[in-house]
C-alpha cells in the first residue's frame, strides 16, 4: 500500500491583513450562537478609542482559541518567566450578552 503524500494547502491574505494590527483593549461579547470579540486600541492623548479588528466565530471554535491561548501563554511563562499583570476589568452588559473589557 502506497503512503499518500501530504497535500498542500494555499494559504492566501491580503497584506494590509498580514502586516497585522496593534491592540491594548478587547470586548467579548456573546449571543446562544456566536461570541464576538472586539479588538481596540486606546490612545491617551488625546482620548481615542480605535476599533481595529472585530472577529465572530461560533462556540466551539471560541473554546478552541481559549485553549490555544492559554496553553501558548503557559509555554511563554515556562520560558520567559511569569507575566505579571493586574486583574482585568469586568463590566456586565445586557441581559442578552455579556462583556468584558481589559
Known amino acids: 500500500m502506497e503512503n499518500p503524500q501530504p ?24 449571543t446562544k450562537e456566536e461570541f464576538i470579540l472586539d479588538f481596540m486600541n486606546i490612545s ?9 479588528s ?10 478552541r482559541i481559549v485553549a490555544a491561548l492559554q496553553d501558548n ?4 511563562e ?8 493586574p486583574k482585568p476589568e469586568v463590566t456586565q452588559a445586557s441581559s442578552e450578552s455579556s462583556k468584558f473589557g481589559f
Open 78 to 85: 515556562d520560558k520567559f518567566g511569569s507575566i505579571d499583570s
Open 7 to 30: 497535500q498542500q494547502v494555499q494559504f492566501q491574505a491580503d497584506p494590509q491583513i498580514i502586516k497585522g494590527v496593534y491592540t491594548n483593549n478587547m470586548q467579548v461579547s456573546h
Open 44 to 52: 491617551h492623548t488625546p482620548q481615542l478609542i480605535s476599533l481595529v
Open 54 to 63: 472585530k472577529v465572530i466565530t461560533n462556540p466551539a471554535h471560541f473554546k
Open 73 to 76: 501563554l503557559k509555554k511563554y
